[in-house]
């Protein structure tokens, strides 16, 4: 059983819908390109909050490196950065730096290390390091590293995988500083697949042991935190509760950061300005402060939504900051089923409307409705952090439309189709009951309109080919034409049958009456198509013209109205040509039938005066054609 036109529209919108609540649930690949512009879009259109104060960086920038030489700096330089940094009342120190190696600079360097160490060992510092996921190297070991005291929770029915990456290996620096320092994290973040940086791990496991970020590690440092622990929701989203705060965390543990605007947003102070006692105490005081580089060589940069050139340091004071604020970006655990049902909703909201309103009111409330969740979104990342992804949703109603409005004007073409047809059965009929008619009246004057509708289709595709037709003559005005020749004599259906059937020459005042039927056939058909309301319909229109002036003449002598020249429209002169012919090799009780090429003759003779020059001339080239087609005319039985 087939479906009606209207239920058919709805199906093709419902098949997307559901299609796409698939794809939001599996989330695949390929639409991730998709997903991430979203979220920039959303994250760009939300007011940026400003920094909390609390955090500072210090960079040794150009300047520091032209007052103290080129990096990396003695050990000695480090030491005396970190007790100037204490000596302004910073409380927590987090370096991203690493000493992988003994410091060169002065013999052996075990001096300089260990004063280095000495200077480490108060505490309030944390080194960086970083871990690697490549083919395990045998050198982490010899990193000391401090591990994560958490507990991690799960669900009693929750079997998934750990929720954080396990790392390889390590690149740490020297043990005897990490073991002064006593607190360490590491520096690992990783740009999504278009090269910018959205989420920062927190947690990543290496030899057993949960890892905590540099940044992280600095806020437990500085806040002393007590109790860590991990919940796992689900395979989409983990909480790490620190005390009484809770940070919410995607299922492997990542941090999607709120930036708090393009690079330098945070404050920025020289590593020389505090080395030479410059700094502003009021700028470092009480804070956490990120030692970093940024001098051209040395940096580290990354891309995110708000700007291109984000240096490494300022992620670490970023997460911190984030930390610190509690003002997280987090897409909620039920998110994918979330986004799932706005789908359907949206899909067979899509669909109803459409199917109600039609194709251009259903779009603009489809569009109203698109803008609204896109809103949305928008609010609810300002308002309260949550992150819900308009991608699928506006996929899925953009997909249902688009195939609604295929589909129905599949079914418009379609009905548009029977309509021609239909209406191209009705104008045959409509000819064939005038030809019939004519054929009631005089067998003979059917017979020539169906002998003329072969003449004249030949001589048209010949006079097509001729400059200045066949723009006019297209293959399916040809057609049309040799359609509507038969009715060229419709008119003589007004004449008397005392005119038609007279064996001899017509008197002056019968003559007038004759060329009446011209009038009178284009009459018949004004009548019929306002009777059938086709007014100016383009067939008709034709018809007329074939009827009305196929007795024109080239030089203004022929009737009904003296046309001449190209004031004949093209198929009346066509016709003309095709009339005479035909009409002259017809038999005639008061006179015998020229022969063809008597005929031709004749038709030469009167070029440029009765008939068209180029249409005596495409009548010349097919003269053969149209012999054959006489001569089969008149031997065919009739119809």
């Given at each position: 059983m087939s479906l009606r036109p209207d239920r058919l529209v709805l199906v093709c919108g419902l098949v997307p819908t559901l299609v796409t609540a698939w794809l939001s649930l599996s989330r695949p690949?390929?639409?991730?390109?998709?997903?991430?512009?979203?979220?920039?879009?959303?994250?760009?259109?939300?007011?940026?909050?400003?920094?909390?104060?609390?955090?500072?960086?210090?960079?040794?920038?150009?300047?520091?490196?032209?007052?103290?030489?080129?990096?990396?700096?003695?050990?000695?330089?480090?030491?005396?950065?970190?007790?100037?940094?204490?000596?302004?009342?910073?409380?927590?120190?987090?370096?991203?730096?690493?000493?992988?190696?003994?410091?060169?600079?002065?013999?052996?360097?075990?001096?300089?290390?260990?004063?280095?160490?000495?200077?480490?060992?108060?505490?309030?510092?944390?080194?960086?390091?970083?871990?690697?996921?490549?083919?395990?190297?045998?050198?982490?070991?010899?990193?000391?590293?401090?591990?994560?005291?958490?507990?991690?929770?799960?669900?009693?029915?929750?079997?998934?995988?750990?929720?954080?990456?396990?790392?390889?290996?390590?690149?740490?620096?020297?043990?005897?500083?990490?073991?002064?320092?006593?607190?360490?994290?590491?520096?690992?973040?990783?740009?999504?697949?278009?090269?910018?940086?959205?989420?920062?791990?927190?947690?990543?496991?290496f030899n057993g042991r949960v890892q905590p970020a540099l940044a992280l590690e600095a806020v437990i440092s500085s806040t002393k935190v007590r109790d860590t622990s991990l919940r796992v929701l689900n395979v989409n989203a983990t909480s790490l509760v620190l005390d009484d705060r809770r940070v919410p965390l995607d299922g492997k543990s990542n941090l999607l950061l709120r930036y708090r605007g393009g690079k330098h947003t945070f404050p920025y102070v020289s590593a020389i300005d505090v080395l030479s006692g410059q700094a502003p105490a009021e700028t470092l005081k009480g804070k956490i402060v990120f030692v970093g580089t940024t001098a051209l060589g040395t940096r580290e940069v990354v891309a995110t939504p708000l700007d291109t050139l984000f240096a490494g340091v300022e992620v670490q004071a970023t997460v911190a900051d984030n930390l610190l604020q509690q003002d997280f970006i987090h897409e909620s655990e039920f998110g994918p089923m979330v986004e799932a049902q706005l789908v359907l909703g949206l899909g067979i909201f899509a669909a109803l409307v459409v199917g109600r309103l039609g194709l251009a009111r259903g779009g603009g409330v489809i569009a109203v409705a698109l803008a609204a969740v896109w809103g949305g979104a928008v609010w609810l990342l300002s308002a309260n952090g949550t992150f819900l992804s308009p991608v699928f949703p506006t996929l899925g109603s953009i997909l249902a439309f688009g195939t609604m409005a295929i589909a129905q004007l599949v079914l418009e073409r379609r009905r548009a189709d029977q309509a021609g047809r239909e209406k191209a059965i009705s104008q045959r009929l409509m000819v064939q009951g005038l030809l019939s008619l004519t054929e009631v009246r005089d067998a003979e004057t059917g017979r020539h309109s169906r002998r003329t509708q072969a003449y004249a289709r030949v001589i048209a595709e010949q006079l097509a080919r001729h400059s200045g037709f066949g723009d006019y003559l297209t293959p399916e005005r040809i057609d049309l034409l040799s359609r509507l020749a038969p009715l060229h004599d419709i008119g003589k259906v007004g004449v008397p049958d005392s005119l038609l059937n007279k064996p001899g020459a017509l008197t002056v005042e019968e003559v007038a009456e004759m060329r009446k039927h011209p009038a009178h056939g284009r009459d018949v058909i004004v009548h019929a198509e306002r009777d059938v309301g086709v007014p100016d319909d383009a067939i008709l229109a034709m018809a007329k013209d074939i009827v009305y002036t196929h007795h024109e003449k080239w030089d203004g002598t022929g009737y009904p109205e003296g046309l001449q020249g190209a004031q004949i429209p093209v198929v009346g002169r066509l016709m003309a040509l095709v009339d005479v012919y035909d009409a002259i090799t017809t038999p005639r009780v008061y006179r015998d039938p020229m022969s063809h090429s008597e005929a031709v003759a004749f038709i030469v003779s009167v070029r440029g005066t009765h008939f068209d020059p180029s249409v005596v001339d495409a009548f010349l080239e097919v003269a053969a054609k149209v012999e054959r087609l006489s001569d089969t005319g008149r031997t065919a039985p009739a119809s």
């Open positions: 690949a390929l639409l991730a390109s998709l997903e991430y512009g979203a979220y920039d879009l959303v994250v760009r259109s939300v007011a940026t909050r400003p920094p909390s104060g609390r955090i500072a960086i210090v960079d040794v920038d150009e300047r520091s490196l032209t007052a103290v030489g080129q990096w990396p700096w003695r050990r000695d330089v480090i030491g005396t950065l970190i007790t100037r940094l204490r000596d302004l009342g910073v409380p927590m120190i987090a370096l991203d730096i690493m000493f992988a190696e003994s410091d060169r600079s002065n013999g052996t360097g075990v001096s300089a290390d260990q004063t280095l160490a000495d200077t480490l060992r108060p505490g309030g510092v944390a080194l960086g390091y970083a871990l690697t996921f490549g083919p395990s190297s045998e050198h982490s070991n010899a990193c000391v590293q401090h591990p994560l005291g958490i507990a991690l929770i799960r669900r009693d029915d929750d079997h998934a995988d750990e929720p954080f990456f396990q790392a390889t290996g390590a690149v740490c620096s020297l043990p005897m500083l990490s073991q002064a320092a006593g607190a360490s994290g590491f520096l690992n973040v990783a740009p999504d697949p278009d090269g910018r940086l959205r989420r920062v791990p927190l947690l990543l496991s």
